[in-house]
């Protein structure tokens, strides 16, 4: 990954005959762990490129990272960051007014407008046809004896449960899942399809809220647009934008803490044995592999209102902080062995779903997936097994999101 000048942790260069130091941050998309540790120790507070190569500073250390999720000096308004910064995703206005781009009160009102939602009561009345859509995935793939886990259970299963809350018809739902894709790990070859998507994700939502506005059903979309339509609580680009971000955040997240849980257990099979001697333990487990190999990286960036001192490095206003919730997982100074994948760890406050007020308002509702789906697999399978090399299992190349490419098992 390529990096610029890092205030406060680069030496002055030396002569040019000296061979060239090499960067803490080489290697991040490919290696994350191992590079934020170094970083931990060497460079909290870095200055790198962010996923489309424009600057951004890293932050690794638990406690910085768990300060800075909570601080409202640092924004995620976009009009707070200065020109040529890392801003994330590009998204036209009507997708990009929702909550990962807002401060209070926008924020505050927006979030109690769904919050109600995705409370732990309205969520666990999910658990029995989150449990039934795992069982027909399930059935599915059994009599053929081996399956990619990613195509054939960990994605449909989120995409299913989120589409039947927000009321999505079951032919959008395949079209979903590949402009996401595009979305979140672009291929370099092909550009022009994560613009694509985002076009048909826009036209995908305009129709669906006018069928909506038509014929109202009982799901969450329709009670959105009833709020926008009864007053001025919701503009129309925040119920699209809303939309938008409850179906995919509820799918990108969950589908890959899905894989990324399986793939730990499959690494440690006396964690497997434990958790299938008493599958008591999985909500605990559930924070487990949250905190070990989580689906977020990274913090969704975040703009100093004024400069800010972090880990004793001052970030100037408007630049672009990215918050490594990875590496704060993965602090030893906070989570004793934190490689290791340990089902009866001490998991409480790790911040695999955010901190504070941004804290992942789906976070009831990822979990009682998870638990639901590795429960399950495990349950039906118990010669669960990799059909492919460890080695060969490979990763998305982003730095956005954390999540497996496939996951080949025998069954």
């Not at 926008?106 to 449990?131: K, N, S, Y």
């Not at 506005?213 to 647009?225: A, E, F, N, Y």
Request: aromatic share 4%; proline share 9%; charged share 25%.
């Amino acid at each position: 990954m390529a990096t610029t000048k890092t205030q406060g942790t680069d030496q002055a260069p030396g002569n040019q005959d000296e061979p060239a130091r090499r960067d803490p941050a080489e290697g991040l998309v490919d290696d994350p762990y191992a590079v934020c540790a170094r970083l931990r120790e060497t460079a909290p507070v870095h200055r790198i490129a962010g996923a489309d190569g424009s600057p951004a500073w890293l932050v690794t250390r638990y406690d910085d990272v768990r300060e800075a999720l909570a601080n409202p000096l640092l924004s995620l308004d976009k009009s707070h960051a200065l020109p040529g910064g890392y801003r994330g995703l590009a998204l036209p206005p009507a997708l990009d007014a929702n909550l990962l781009n807002m401060d209070p009160p926008d924020h505050t009102r927006i979030r109690g407008l769904v919050g109600r939602a995705f409370t732990r009561r309205r969520v666990e009345r999910l658990r029995a046809p989150v449990r039934r859509t795992a069982d027909t995935l399930l059935d599915a793939v059994a009599p053929l004896g081996r399956a990619d886990l990613v195509a054939a259970y960990a994605a449909p299963l989120p995409i299913t449960v989120i589409c039947d809350l927000l009321g999505v018809p079951d032919g959008s739902r395949r079209d979903f899942r590949e402009w996401t894709d595009a979305l979140l790990a672009p291929d370099p070859a092909h550009p022009e399809k994560a613009k694509q998507g985002v076009v048909a994700m826009l036209g995908f939502f305009t129709g669906l809220i006018a069928e909506k506005r038509q014929s109202p059903d009982d799901d969450l979309l329709s009670d959105l647009i009833a709020v926008r339509d009864a007053g001025d609580r919701l503009s129309e680009d925040e119920l699209m934008s809303l939309a938008f971000l409850i179906l995919f955040a509820g799918y990108e997240n969950t589908v890959h803490l899905i894989g990324n849980a399986v793939l730990a257990l499959l690494d440690h099979p006396d964690q497997l044995a434990a958790l299938r001697a008493d599958p008591a333990r999985l909500p605990a487990a559930v924070e487990e592999f949250q905190r070990y190999d989580g689906p977020a990286p990274l913090a969704i960036r975040r703009f100093p209102l004024r400069d800010v001192t972090i880990a004793g490095v001052t970030v100037p206003a408007g630049e672009t902080v990215l918050l490594s919730i990875g590496s704060a997982n993965r602090d030893p100074g906070r989570f004793p062995d934190p490689d290791r994948l340990d089902l009866d760890r001490a998991t409480a406050g790790h911040v695999a779903l955010g901190h504070g007020i941004h804290h992942c308002l789906g976070a009831p509702l990822a979990r009682l997936e998870t638990e639901i789906a590795v429960g399950a697999l495990i349950e039906r399978f118990p010669r669960l097994a990799l059909a492919v090399p460890r080695d060969d299992i490979r990763w998305r190349p982003s730095i956005r999101s954390r999540g497996l490419l496939e996951l080949p098992v025998t069954l």
